[in-house]
T-cell receptor, first 111, second 118 residues
Framework: LAKTTQPISMDSYEGQEVNITCSHN???????ITWYQQFPSQGPRFIIQ???TKVTNEVASLFIPADRKSSTLSLPRVSLSDTAVYYC????????????FGSGTRLLVRP | GAVVSQHPSRVICKSGTSVKIECRSL??????MFWYRQFPKKSLMLMAT?????????EQGVEKDKFLINHASLTLSTLTVTSAHPEDSSFYIC??????????????FGPGTRLTVT
């Protein structure tokens, strides 16, 4: 499974756009990139997933360059409730797919 | 859709006793479920992969005789912490993989179970 590297923590203010970048230099051809959000004492929640280029949903956007060695999760206009830990994971979507979590990025949104 | 529940949400037990935690996929059939453990301010650590109708596969360093996993049906997996000790106190999270869902093999997580061993 490809190893991922993310910043340990980030600070932002309400209303700002937050971009969290994840490095995955050893990503395999069949690997997808998935981001999860976790609040304290809760299970992780799926945010977004992509394979290449750009993916957008009602919560976030995911930018993946052509070489796929990194990805950026973009959260538009964050609010206090976006304070959480964000995990980037890569893996193939097949029957062997299992999620191995890295350290994640602890995002603190200030008023 | 894709809801996973855990029971109980919190449990306190005495050292030396056993505790069972249930994980259920409520609206899909999960042939594979996963169990994680998370210590305060740490990341999730995968403990084992639970496959319906077969023995669980444990990650390196996880004692299979201490953490008993049973996946008797397509919607239920249980984790039993046997002879619990204070160092087993942690947040236990399960996830279930939905092979037929929108995200194809995506995993959905339960809300977690806080275990405190006194």
């Amino acid at each position: 499974l490809a190893k991922t590297t993310q910043p340990i923590s980030m600070d932002s203010y309400e209303g700002q756009e937050v971009n969290i970048t994840c490095s995955h230099n050893n990503i395999a051809t069949n690997d997808y990139i998935t981001w999860y959000q976790q609040f304290p004492s809760q299970g992780p929640r799926f945010i977004i997933q992509g394979y290449k280029t750009k993916v957008t949903n009602e919560v976030a956007s995911l930018f993946i360059p052509a070489d796929r060695k990194s990805s950026t999760l973009s959260l538009p206009r964050v609010s206090l409730s976006d304070t959480a830990v964000y995990y980037c994971l890569v893996g193939a979507k097949d029957s062997s797919y299992k999620l191995i979590f890295g350290s994640g990025t602890r995002l603190l949104v200030r008023p | 859709g894709a809801v996973v529940s855990q029971h109980p949400s919190r449990v306190i037990c005495k050292s030396g006793t056993s505790v069972k935690i249930e994980c259920r996929s409520l609206d899909f059939q999960a042939t594979t479920m996963f169990w994680y453990r998370q210590f305060p301010k740490k990341s999730l650590m995968l403990m084992a992969t639970s496959n319906e109708g077969s023995k669980a596969t444990y990650e390196q360093g996880v004692e299979k005789d201490k953490f008993l996993i049973n996946h008797a049906s397509l919607t239920l997996s249980t984790l039993t912490v046997t002879s619990a000790h204070p160092e087993d106190s942690s947040f236990y999270i399960c996830s279930a993989r939905d092979p037929k869902g929108e995200w194809n093999y995506e995993q959905y997580f339960g809300p977690g179970t806080r275990l405190t061993v006194t």
